[in-house]
């Protein structure tokens, strides 16, 4: 059984930093690319980020690009996103997610991945 953790959510000022993590455990982490989505108040599921599962390629929605970094440790199981210079329509609970299948590559798609974290809760001050 694959679980997805979350952790590192907070309130932050705007123009401030956070680093969200997520946890792997239940099969091989470093076969499966890995996603992050979020989904604020009232809107739609949005995709964020998403890395390779060797870490080599990684895609970001134009919202964030040049403003968060995705990141994985195979070794330790576990992603990362470093976001900065939030601003508040950042806000929202941000989602890990792990493809369904052998997928290496990158996919901003979320019917690709099946297993999904229980979320993490990013909260920007004006």
């Known amino acids: 059984q694959v679980q997805l953790v979350e952790s590192g959510g907070g309130l932050v000022q705007a123009g401030g930093s956070l680093r969200l993590s997520c946890a792997a455990s239940?099969?091989?982490?470093?076969?499966?690319?890995m996603g992050w989505f979020r989904r604020a108040p009232g809107k739609e599921r949005e995709f964020v980020a998403t890395i390779s599962s060797n870490g080599g390629s990684r895609d970001y929605a134009d919202s964030v690009l040049g403003r968060y970094t995705i990141s994985r440790d195979n070794n330790l199981k576990t992603m990362y996103l470093n976001m900065n210079r939030l601003k508040p329509e950042d806000a929202g609970v941000y989602y890990c997610?792990?493809?369904?299948?052998?997928?290496?590559?990158?996919?901003?798609?979320?019917?690709?991945?099946?297993?999904w974290g229980q979320g993490t809760q990013v909260t920007v001050s004006s």
């Open positions: 239940g099969r091989t982490f470093s076969l499966y690319a």
């Open positions: 997610a792990q493809v369904a299948s052998m997928m290496t590559g990158p996919t901003r798609g979320p019917n690709n991945y099946v297993y």
